[in-house]
């Protein structure tokens, strides 16, 4: 078989499309054809995968009505993680209020084992979440705002700090930024894993105050001249915040404060922040921190070149630097830090559908796996069997964590590299270690599944291809498999030598597979034929995934 474009070769062509820089379009209104090709595109950058049915659901929609649907979700929010966990025995404190099936966020429990328990419970709650998304880019932005915000739950410790983090980034993932900003300063899970809770006037802990700066508000780009001193100031105004185990909240304690004026840098313009001494001096300082801050034009700058990294391309170059992030910190800032101006005006833009910015992304693992159990339809169980479908997410997240890609545990507070490490950015995800797990991994779904609790999740081949708009014509069910599956197509003789050597197992004349599939639906009781096209769409199938334009998006 004729051997296909290794992906450093196609990654090398993408970045090489123009002598002066990849693309010089803008934010302009994109007037463009809209298509299937575009949908796609659209999808598979705004939810985990583009599956056939949301596809089909948005075609028929303008561009404008279907970013509009995208960006306004209606569905309700997932129901919270619950307890598909056995308890251990011997527990300091036996997890005993919670019964199977029922939700555990609310129970505050200090045991280190029931803790362990809830963080893995947690984390297969969320891949389902992923997988079972609604039609919006919600939960592509909570993932977002995840790495933004980077956490690892083993820091945080109790399960109950870690999911309502999580919802506090989903509750306002396409809300004020600002506002979530000031949140996420005052989350418990954050106080713990930013020593937050620790810091006091007698002793400043400076590791939330430098990354609010550093990660999270202004970046580290060359305009980014906040001191050190800058960072040892905001965290005498961060200090005094406490949690509270029981409630899960966080609250202020004045003794603890440090209420002395706080004298900040001329990149904050010299701003002296009062030191107060009152019972709400925590909150009036913060809000004197924040306002100080999101007054300087780098922190719309550093969030939309965030943004851009994450939904368009890594590279950003001088053009896209004048005619992209520009205009989108403006529109950012004079919103008020709204996001969704923001994503809208990006979304609808021509820059966005330029095609040197199409199959340019490598998928994250989490893109990989996710995406591949929502555009092959893989089926999982009624939620009523929350035993099984947790079993499966669990197997579907630790996949993902080996593709170096673990769900709710970036490496780091920096998050995951590939969204800021120069100069490879995404090819990180792709490695001698790596590629081959992203084989097996697909090779096994096609193969043989993986069973729990007496169920299996499968990629079922033939079913898929009863969806496609002709699956008795070889030629074109692998078009429109390609066209569901790559971002890139394959060459007409790629195409003709896998048709040959697959779909008409060496044959020439294509009657050789019309006359399988034909049989296959007309005659299901044929068992022998049924197991021929079975064969030859699964081999056909998990050939395309180990290719590499599979893994771009």
């Not at 056995?86 to 555990?104: C, E, F, K, V």
């Not at 977002?144 to 870690?162: K, P």
């Not at 001329?266 to 001096?281: D, E, H, L």
């Not at 291809?465 to 394959?490: E, M, Q, V, W």
Request: with cysteine; charged share 20%; glycine share 4%.
């Amino acid at each position: 078989m004729e051997n296909t474009k290794d992906l450093q070769s196609i990654i090398v062509e993408a970045d090489t499309n123009s002598p002066t820089g990849r693309t010089t379009t803008t934010l302009n209104p994109y007037t463009g054809s809209w298509t299937e090709n575009e949908v796609i595109h659209l999808l598979k950058r705004i939810m985990f995968g583009a599956s056939k049915a949301d596809i089909d659901y948005f075609k028929s929609k303008t561009l404008g009505q279907t970013i509009n649907e995208l960006l306004n979700p209606t569905a309700a929010f997932p129901s919270p993680p619950v307890k598909e966990y056995s308890s251990a025995s011997a527990l300091t404190q036996p997890d005993t209020l919670i019964t199977a099936g029922q939700t555990w966020v609310n129970d505050p429990n200090v045991d280190g084992t029931i803790a362990a328990l809830r963080r893995s419970s947690f984390k297969k709650w969320w891949m389902g979440v992923m997988i079972n998304q609604d039609r919006s880019i919600r939960e592509k932005m909570t993932l977002f705002w995840h790495n933004h915000f980077a956490t690892e739950t083993a820091d945080i410790s109790y399960g109950n700090y870690v999911y309502f983090h999580h919802n506090l980034l989903r509750t306002n993932a396409l809300g004020n930024f600002k506002t979530l900003t000031r949140a996420i300063t005052l989350d418990p899970g954050m106080l713990v894993y930013l020593n937050g809770q620790a810091n006091t006037a007698a002793a400043p802990d400076e590791n939330y105050g430098r990354e609010l700066q550093e990660l999270f508000c202004c970046g580290k780009g060359p305009d980014s001249k906040y001191t050190e001193d800058d960072v040892k100031m905001a965290a005498k105004v961060l200090t005094g915040w406490r949690n509270n185990s029981t409630t899960f909240s966080s609250y202020f304690t004045l003794s603890r404060h440090d209420t002395t004026n706080k004298q900040f840098s001329s990149f904050y313009n010299n701003t002296i922040i009062t030191g107060r001494t009152t019972a709400n001096a925590g909150d009036v300082e913060l809000d004197d921190l924040l306002n100080m801050i999101f007054a300087t034009n780098e922190v719309s700058k550093y969030i939309c070149r965030r943004i851009y990294r994450w939904f368009v391309y890594y590279e950003i170059d001088a053009n896209t630097e004048a005619n992209i992030i520009t205009p989108m910190a403006t529109i950012f800032k004079n919103n008020n830090y709204e996001i969704k101006p923001v994503l809208d005006v990006l979304f609808k833009s021509e820059h966005f559908f330029d095609v040197a910015n199409m199959g340019c992304q490598i998928k994250s693992p989490l893109d990989f796996v996710a995406g591949m159990c929502r555009e092959f339809n893989i089926q999982f169980q009624p939620s009523t069997d929350y035993i099984s479908n947790y079993g499966h997410w669990s197997y579907l997240a630790t996949w993902a964590a080996n593709m170096q890609q673990n769900i709710g545990d970036p490496p780091d507070v920096s998050g995951w590299k590939a969204y800021y490490q120069e100069p490879q950015f995404y090819e990180i995800w792709i490695n001698s270690d790596t590629l081959p797990k992203r084989n097996q991994f697909t090779d096994t779904m096609c193969l043989t599944g993986y069973t729990f609790n007496s169920k299996k999740i499968i990629i079922d081949a033939a079913e898929y291809a009863k969806t496609l708009s002709n699956p008795g014509d070889p030629n074109i069910l692998l078009s429109d498999i390609l066209k569901y599956l790559y971002r890139i197509d394959l060459s007409a003789a790629s195409k003709a030598q896998i048709k040959k050597d697959i779909l008409l197992a060496g044959q020439t004349s294509d009657y050789y597979w019309t006359n399988a599939w034909n049989t296959f639906i007309s005659t299901p009781t044929d068992t022998t034929n049924a197991t021929t096209v079975k064969t030859r769409l699964r081999d056909l199938v998990k050939y395309l995934m180990n290719l590499a334009e599979y893994q771009l998006a």
